[in-house]
């Protein structure tokens, strides 16, 4: 997760920008400086990640982001939930190799069946010539050999609100303590499929590390769970309990506490979103 967005001033001088809507530049300064956003401003973005945010509805988040298509500010894969905002990279250039490196990675990420990966592209070769041509090259030889029904990988990602590039094995914890949380987790949100991946597992240990015990983080588990607008009771129907959400930052981790101890004093109480 990113510490910080840059935004640069001219952004407000943009008459590109003055053309959108209030929600269509609130939407735009969100992806530029959103925890989710890449090096690379090529990332999965699940309309609930915003809904829950920016406290939004779906069908205005749908809305403000037809609004960015429209004036060519980003594109959105409606199928996969892959964004890219157009021109991200000119202004926020790749500066050394081990950043090269990093935007490497990023873009391997992004799936070859995913509509904005030959925008990103393009962009990558106009405004970042510390990216290795070849790999552009490459990349545009496999995707004239794409079909749509390769979409339907990423439909099914989104259901499972997971981004598994690859078939991943279970990484072994040296902290019994993550294992715990991480089955905790799998066993209420019903994810019996659900494996200790490399990214759940740095999850867990960054919410140990900020000081949070073991039984903090199941509460949160099991506040997620109480919460009817995470459970599949909002515009989209969708479930919304990851863990790359409720252990996002303290913020989250402190809210599904929170509804998990309302729960305990008011087990009745029907409960908003986090």
């Known amino acids: 997760m990113r510490d910080y967005g840059k935004i640069q001033t001219s952004f407000w001088a943009s008459e590109d920008i003055k053309k959108l809507s209030d929600d269509g530049r609130m939407l735009a300064l969100y992806l530029l400086s959103s925890p989710h956003t890449t090096q690379i401003g090529c990332f999965r973005l699940p309309d609930g990640y915003v809904c829950d ?3 939004w509805t779906q069908g205005r988040v749908s809305k403000g982001f037809k609004d960015l298509c429209d004036k060519g500010f980003a594109t959105r894969d409606e199928a996969s939930k892959w964004v890219v905002i157009h021109h991200f990279t ?3 250039e790749i500066e050394n190799p081990n950043q090269a490196k990093a935007a490497i990675k990023l873009f391997e990420q992004v799936p070859d069946s995913s509509l904005v990966k030959p925008m990103l592209a393009r962009s ?3 405004f970042s010539p510390r990216f290795p041509v070849e790999i552009l090259n490459s990349f545009e030889g496999v995707s004239k050999g794409l079909h749509k029904p390769f979409l339907n990988q990423e439909q099914e990602q989104e259901k499972e609100q997971e981004q598994n590039i690859k078939p991943l094995s279970p990484v072994p914890s ?10 905790h ?3 209420e949100m019903n994810h019996e499929k659900a494996i200790l ?7 867990i240990k ?5 000081g949070y015990t073991v039984d903090d983080l199941r509460a949160a588990i099991d506040g997620c769970k109480l919460s009817p607008y995470h459970q599949g009771q909002n515009d989209s129907k969708s479930k919304y309990d990851g863990l790359d959400l409720i252990l996002r930052d303290a ?3 402190d809210k599904f506490m929170a509804i998990s101890r309302e729960a305990t004093v008011s087990p009745k109480r029907e409960f908003v979103h986090a």
């Open 90 to 92: 000119k202004w926020n």
């Open 174 to 183: 040296d902290r019994p303590e993550c294992q715990e949380v991480f089955d």
């Open 206 to 210: 960054q919410a140990l590390a900020m």
């Open 197 to 203: 991946d490399p990214k759940r597992l740095k999850l």
């Open 185 to 187: 987790w799998r066993k």
């Open 251 to 253: 913020g989250k981790i």
């Open 124 to 126: 990558l070769r106009e």
């Open 53 to 55: 945010d920016l406290s």
